[in-house]
């Protein structure tokens, strides 16, 4: 199974791309776990860590060597021109090899997928139950999830039950690679959990076609287990990678409370985010006695015809609440903000950069919005005629192109506006001084002065 080579490089144009967390594929370990359950000799070939080398090469040697009956890749949807390219190498070396593709962009445009590229089948939704009837050789075109050519009428497959899902089989992959910035990781190398699957709120930009809006979370003694065996295997900190993980957040406090009376002792960060309206103090307390530094906070946007406009559902307030609340606690923040929403004027990007700055999170991450498929925003700009390409290696949020006409903003704008939030924010003096004497105290003075230089002085264009 092969995890795409630009899952990185998607960020090199970033103003973020000195801080991009390197690690090990959840959704292959997930699928490679299902595989070992039924005996099924599987191999995950991680393209992304070899930076510097022929992927194509790699990609080749692999399979020339593996000989596998089947070639199974991953991708979102800036990267399914090279899931395709991969199943590609995969055809020419043998055509009885079947080809399978999963992930985000399979599940929004299935059907699209299946004409636009080499593959055999392509899974929609959660793909663990999937991959094991497809082994067991049991006809793809009777299984629920699959889209093949020939099948005629198409079913989604079950949600799973969240404590039935296999144990990620992480031990496939070389743990000493996934080394993050010491920005976002204490302690390398730094492993992934999937605690909850499912995201129950209507966000219009957000994409729920794999996991679903049916919110479902582990058991605290599953997790439990889970962060044991990332211990065994040598991992030092864990990051969560869940879309909700508060979204229950009594079942939040007792993974928590779990990971403390256990005594797990890791560092770890809530990295994909919060909402600002599902977070107490309590909880807080209790994640940071856990091990929690750093969590990502999900603001979006300093103007609340904004939010309205996306479904986000909170309020102003309910941000300035959580900031003070997290901050109180000795939590980081990691805040998430969006440029171009809906509607959005040159005004609304300006309140944007001033609520960060109101905020004042220990990191700040904007991105221009883009419309992925399989999302509402992605269903009104297309019936509205505002979407320009469906050339999918344009949908990159963090080097976004013209892919969209926006009603009242230029992409020249667009893209001054995501230079001028990250220089506002970071270069103010404020800032400087007290990130200064935080690194300074933190022992990370040089890797915070070495990640300025590769966001403001070595940055990439956007194009």
Same mark, same amino acid.
């Given at each position: 199974?092969?995890?795409?080579?630009?899952?990185?490089?998607?960020?090199?144009a970033s103003s973020v791309k000195a801080v991009v967390p390197e690690l090990a594929s959840m959704s292959?370990?997930?699928?490679?776990?299902?595989?070992?359950?039924?005996?099924?000799?599987?191999?995950?070939?991680?393209?992304?860590?070899?930076?510097?080398?022929?992927?194509?090469?790699?990609? /080749?040697?692999?399979?020339?060597? $593996?000989?596998?009956?089947?070639?199974?890749?991953?991708?979102?949807?800036?990267?399914?021109?090279?899931?395709?390219?991969?199943?590609?190498?995969?055809?020419?070396?043998?055509?009885?090899?079947?080809?399978?593709?999963?992930?985000?962009?399979?599940?929004?445009?299935?059907?699209?997928?299946?004409?636009?590229?080499?593959?055999?089948?392509?899974?929609?939704?959660?793909?663990?139950?999937?991959?094991?009837?497809?082994?067991?050789?049991?006809?793809?075109?009777?299984?629920?999830?699959?889209?093949?050519?020939?099948?005629?009428?198409?079913?989604?497959?079950?949600?799973?039950?969240?404590?039935?899902?296999?144990?990620?089989?992480?031990?496939? $992959?070389?743990? #000493?690679?996934?080394?993050?910035?010491?920005?976002?990781?204490?302690?390398?190398?730094?492993?992934?959990?999937?605690?909850?699957?499912?995201?129950?709120?209507?966000?219009?930009?957000?994409?729920?076609?794999?996991?679903?809006?049916?919110?479902?979370?582990?058991?605290?003694?599953?997790?439990?287990?889970?962060?044991?065996?990332?211990?065994?295997?040598?991992?030092?900190?864990?990051?969560?990678?869940?879309? /909700?993980?508060?979204?229950?957040?009594?079942?939040? #406090?007792?993974?928590?409370?779990?990971?403390?009376?256990?005594?797990?002792?890791?560092?770890?960060?809530?990295?994909?985010?919060?909402?600002?309206?599902?977070?107490? /103090?309590?909880?807080?307390?209790?994640?940071?006695?856990?091990?929690?530094?750093?969590?990502?906070?999900?603001?979006?946007?300093?103007?609340?015809?904004?939010?309205?406009?996306?479904?986000?559902?909170?309020?102003?307030?309910?941000?300035? #609440?959580?900031?003070?609340?997290?901050?109180?606690?000795?939590?980081?923040?990691?805040?998430?903000?969006?440029?171009?929403?809906?509607?959005?004027?040159?005004?609304?990007?300006?309140?944007?950069?001033?609520?960060?700055?109101?905020?004042?999170?220990?990191?700040?991450?904007?991105?221009?919005?883009?419309?992925?498929?399989?999302?509402?925003?992605?269903?009104? $700009?297309?019936?509205?005629?505002?979407?320009?390409?469906?050339?999918?290696?344009?949908?990159?949020?963090?080097?976004?192109?013209?892919?969209?006409?926006?009603?009242?903003?230029?992409?020249?704008?667009?893209?001054?506006?995501?230079?001028?939030?990250?220089?506002?924010?970071?270069?103010?003096?404020?800032?400087?001084?007290?990130?200064?004497?935080?690194?300074?105290?933190?022992?990370?003075?040089?890797v915070d002065i070495r990640c300025g230089y590769q966001t403001f002085l070595k940055e990439s264009p956007?194009?």
């Open positions: 199974m092969f995890n795409p080579p630009s899952a990185l490089r998607v960020y090199s292959l370990a997930m699928i490679a776990g299902s595989l070992l359950e039924e005996g099924t000799n599987v191999r995950i070939v991680d393209l992304m860590l070899y930076k510097s080398q022929d992927t194509e090469r790699v990609t /080749q040697q692999e399979i020339a060597q $593996f000989k596998p009956d089947i070639v199974g890749v991953t991708a979102t949807t800036p990267l399914f021109y090279e899931a395709n390219s991969i199943s590609d190498k995969a055809k020419s070396i043998s055509k009885n090899i079947i080809t399978i593709l999963g992930g985000p962009h399979a599940s929004s445009l299935p059907l699209d997928c299946l004409k636009e590229s080499s593959f055999d089948i392509i899974v929609e939704g959660e793909g663990e139950r999937v991959i094991k009837e497809i082994v067991s050789g049991n006809d793809p075109k009777g299984i629920k999830g699959v889209y093949c050519k020939g099948r005629i009428g198409y079913e989604k497959a079950d949600a799973i039950p969240i404590d039935e899902l296999p144990f990620p089989a992480l031990e496939l $992959f070389d743990t #000493k690679r996934y080394v993050c910035s010491r920005v976002i990781a204490r302690n390398n190398p730094v492993g992934p959990i999937e605690m909850s699957r499912g995201c129950p709120f209507s966000c219009s930009f957000c994409n729920k076609t794999v996991h679903g809006k049916k919110f479902r979370i582990k058991s605290a003694g599953r997790i439990i287990e889970e962060l044991s065996t990332l211990k065994r295997l040598g991992y030092r900190e864990f990051h969560v990678l869940d879309d /909700q993980f508060t979204a229950d957040i009594d079942k939040a #406090k007792e993974v928590c409370e779990e990971i403390i009376r256990k005594n797990i002792n890791m560092s770890w960060n809530l990295r994909t985010g919060i909402r600002v309206d599902m977070v107490d /103090q309590e909880f807080l307390g209790t994640a940071k006695q856990a091990g929690c530094y750093q969590m990502g906070v999900g603001f979006e946007s300093g103007n609340q015809a904004g939010l309205d406009a996306v479904g986000k559902g909170i309020r102003l307030e309910q941000a300035i #609440k959580a900031a003070e609340m997290i901050k109180r606690s000795g939590i980081e923040i990691a805040g998430f903000f969006m440029l171009g929403l809906p509607g959005e004027t040159v005004e609304a990007m300006e309140e944007t950069i001033r609520f960060a700055i109101r905020l004042n999170p220990d990191y700040a991450k904007a991105t221009i919005l883009v419309p992925f498929p399989g999302t509402r925003i992605y269903d009104e $700009f297309e019936k509205k005629g505002l979407i320009k390409t469906k050339d999918w290696s344009r949908y990159n949020f963090h080097n976004a192109h013209e892919i969209y006409t926006h009603p009242n903003l230029s992409w020249e704008c667009l893209n001054h506006y995501y230079k001028l939030f990250h220089r506002r924010f970071y270069l103010r003096l404020r800032y400087l001084a007290r990130r200064f004497w935080k690194s300074l105290i933190q022992g990370r003075l040089f956007v194009v």
